[in-house]
């Protein structure tokens, strides 16, 4: 079972910065696919950062591009969201998640199996 935990989340003003950290652990935490999802009150999780792990292949949301950077490091199992000129609108609980498959719609939440408990952001102005 692969377990997931993120950490980093804060209350931060905008245009500051953040770095998420998603550790995986257990039985098939090489996971083809990891990503950063976020869901805000009222709103559905919606996709920040996904990566093909064994590529580097990543996937950004238009939200974000341009500010947010996923990256990993495979000899630690570890997902990172490095999150710049952040904004209110980025206030959110930001989850990392991992699929079991390649045939999956990378920025599609419902296609990733496994989650971490989130880590909040908040963004003030």
């Known amino acids: 079972q692969v377990r997931l935990v993120e950490s980093g989340g804060d209350s931060v003003q905008a245009g500051g910065s953040l770095r998420l950290v998603c550790v995986a652990s257990?039985?098939?935490?090489?996971?083809?696919?990891m990503g950063w999802f976020r869901q805000a009150p009222g709103k559905e999780r919606e996709a920040v950062a996904t990566?093909?792990?064994?590529?580097?292949?990543?996937y950004y949301a238009a939200s974000v591009k341009g500010r947010f950077t996923i990256s990993q490091d495979n000899a630690e199992r570890t997902l990172y969201l490095q999150m710049n000129n952040v904004a209110p609108e980025d206030t959110a609980m930001y989850y990392c998640?991992?699929?079991?498959?390649?045939?999956?719609?990378?920025?599609?939440?419902?296609?990733?199996?496994?989650w971490g408990p989130g880590t909040q952001v908040t963004v003030s102005s």
């Open positions: 998640a991992a699929a079991d498959s390649l045939a999956i719609r990378v920025l599609n939440p419902n296609d990733y199996g496994h």
């Open positions: 990566m093909q792990t064994r590529l580097n292949i990543t």
């Open positions: 257990g039985y098939g935490s090489d996971s083809p696919y």
